[in-house]
Structure formats: structure tokens, C-alpha cells
């Protein structure tokens, strides 16, 4: 089995879709804004996971994202192979950084704002 859709939540899923896809570098694989509907799909693997854009309008679920972002937990972690190169690319579009690439017993880390109400982990596994 493989997982085929993980759903975030976000205040706005029409900002969102637009910070994933012209930021990030995501492709549409659903938009339907007159349904708040968002769904993109990384340009590495098109046909793998998809990740749903989510509105945050049930109270647990805000209560969640929000409790997250204040005690600056990533709501989820994106891999790279490269993470140092994806912080340049993407710093230099704007997106802003809580933690630069940090090494870990793991690999490398570091965290950036989604600007939709989320801190996202970039992962570089050794």
C-alpha cells in the first residue's frame, strides 16, 4: 500500500494553493476554488502523494493548526536531496525561514512558514 492523499489544514486554501504552486513549485492536480478545493502534487513525483489544502474551518482542527504553529511544530516534513540549495531557491522567492539548515544525528533540517497558518520541516535524510 502507499499513501495516496494527506490532507493539511490551512487558513485559506486558495492562498494556499497559490504559495504551494508558485512559491514551492507544486502542480495543480485539483482546483476548484468555488468549492475551496485545492489538491497539488510535488514536481518530482507527479503521480505520488497528494497533498489536499484544507480549510481550517472546524474549530478542532483550527485549535490544532494554531497549536502547532505557536509551539513552532511543523505540521509536516518534505524531503530534499539537497536542503541547502531548496533554502537559497526558496528564501530567495520570499518564503521565510524559522530555522536555516541545521544539521541533526539524521541528516539536515530546517523550517519554513507555509503563510497559511503552518511551519513545514525541509528534510535532508543522510
Known sequence: MTIGMIGI???DPLEAFRFY????GYLEKVYMPE???A???????PNGTMLMLEPSYNPIA???????YASNIPAF???????QADYER????????RKPPTPAD????SIFEDECGNLIALSQVK
Open 77 to 83: 516534513m518534505m524531503g530534499t536531496k539537497d536542503v
Open 106 to 109: 539524521w541528516g539536515i533540517e
Open 90 to 97: 526558496l528564501k530567495a522567492k520570499g518564503v521565510v525561514f
Open 39 to 45: 489538491i497539488v502534487v510535488s514536481p518530482e513525483d
Open 62 to 68: 483550527k485549535a490544532y493548526m494554531e497549536g502547532l
Open 35 to 37: 468549492a475551496m478545493l
Open 9 to 11: 489544514h490551512v487558513k
Open 21 to 24: 504552486t508558485e512559491k514551492l
